[in-house]
């Protein structure tokens, strides 16, 4: 019974089975799937799954935003704005306008399925991809960071994330 179950547990792991982290290339640098959480609105209005990943050693982080409902471009361009305000106040909002309507218009609308991921590179800079197709390019360093701090405030000691938005 002993080495059947070794048996089986070696099999699935050199398969790829269950004990295969989750990974995503990007920027040439592989991440690895770190933690998952699902984004609500009131607690009980499921509007996507967020997947964090990261590259510890390369410093690149990425979140990767699976939608569960419908949402048009514009409601997404103004969510992300008034979400970047509550979190830094109007001053650096206002400062940081033109970016945030470069994002806004960089919006496409998403049905349940569609994704958008953002990562930060290691040089500062974000990427913006829909359905793994690049879709804008924030040199902003400052700007990049700030961005991905409305889904990912911070980390713990062990490296898990800090969520900057209600979960289900």
Do not use: H
Request: aromatic residues 12%.
């Amino acid at each position: 019974m002993t080495r059947s179950l070794f048996a089986l547990m070696l099999g699935l792991s050199l398969s790829g089975g269950v004990c295969a982290a989750e990974r995503l290339w990007f920027d040439d640098r592989q991440l690895e799937l770190k933690a998952q959480a699902r984004a609500c609105y009131l607690g009980f209005i499921e509007l996507y799954d967020v997947d964090f990943f990261r590259n510890q050693a390369e410093s690149t982080n990425c979140v990767r935003l699976s939608y569960l409902r419908d949402f048009d471009s514009k409601t997404l361009g103004e969510a992300t704005q008034e979400v970047f305000e509550d979190r830094y106040g109007a001053g650096v909002a206002s400062r940081y306008r033109p970016e945030l309507e470069q994002v806004a218009s960089a919006y496409r609308s998403v049905e349940p399925g569609d994704r958008y991921l953002y990562c930060l590179g290691s040089d500062g800079t974000g990427t913006l991809l829909r359905d793994d197709a690049p879709t804008l390019r924030l040199p902003s360093a400052d700007f990049a960071r700030r961005f991905l701090q409305i889904w990912v405030t911070g980390e713990d000691a062990l490296g898990n994330p800090q969520w900057g938005f209600d979960s289900c």
